[in-house]
């Protein structure tokens, strides 16, 4: 049986998509059977990240029940199959968003859903869907208190809270501990992933940020993240060091 995780956010802006891309990617190149499904269908851009700008079949049309889910899954050259939201605004009619824990995954060993941020239909289908939740954050009051709310919900609806992301963490005075973090929420703290503009270059170029530049600091603490969530142990790759030197020498 896959493992079921959900992906959610308080607000949006906070990396959550650019974590499920990337993540998804991480834990298939630890030999996991992954498959990530859009499951922001208002406001889908899941496609976006792996160079998909047009897929006629979507994850709409499956809950529609027009079509089977292996229609809609489209293959990306790491391995990941990805179920895309449609993008037009008339495909929402008549999607009924909590289908999804209907959907059978076949042989897929963790399926990744990319929920809406707050707590609309979108994300209550996912919480309803998945049987574990990772949580994705700023390291800003703002942010996390979201996460509390969201994570008493999370609570109603019995799903195991596998922990917290804080990502485009700076190290700066203005910033919560982790320490706070873990405090206030009561969750553990899986991975601070680090502001990095490599994310940022990735995005134009519409691929992974560990795909782009595999030795980035965020790529690293990304795949950190998938090690731990699979239980496997993690090394850096070869030739970071190279890298930091030819950076700190291009600025």
């Not at 700076?170 to 873990?182: A, P, Y």
């Not at 553990?188 to 994310?199: G, T």
């Amino acid at each position: 049986m896959a493992r079921i995780i959900g992906i959610i956010s308080g607000k949006g802006g906070v990396g959550k998509t650019t974590l499920v891309a990337n993540l998804g990617v991480a834990l298939s190149s630890f030999e996991k059977k992954v498959t990530i499904v859009d499951c922001n269908i208002t406001t889908s851009h899941l496609g976006f990240y792996f160079d998909f700008l047009y897929y006629p079949k979507t994850l709409n049309q499956v809950l529609r029940e027009e079509i089977t889910l292996e229609e809609a899954t489209y293959y990306h050259n790491t391995g990941v199959k990805i179920i895309p939201a449609a993008l037009s605004v008339e495909e929402l009619m008549g999607v009924d968003i909590n289908k999804i824990k209907n959907l059978d995954f076949g042989d897929t060993e963790i399926v990744l859903l990319d929920s809406a941020p707050g707590l609309g239909r979108e994300a209550m289908g996912v919480l309803n869907a998945c049987n574990e939740l990772i949580f994705v954050a700023t390291p800003f009051m703002n942010s996390i208190s979201d996460v509390i709310k969201c994570n008493k919900i999370a609570k109603y609806f019995g799903v195991k809270p596998l922990g917290i992301v804080l990502n485009m963490y700076r190290k700066g005075l203005n910033e919560v501990d982790e320490n706070d973090v873990e405090e206030l929420t009561e969750l553990k703290v899986l991975a601070k992933i680090p502001f990095d503009l490599n994310v940022q270059k990735s995005l134009i170029y519409r691929m992974p940020t560990i795909i782009y530049n595999p030795y980035s600091p965020a790529s690293i603490e990304i795949e950190r993240l998938a090690a731990y969530l699979i239980g496997k142990e993690y090394k850096p790759p070869k030739g970071r060091l190279f890298y930091r030197i030819l950076n700190f020498f291009k600025k």
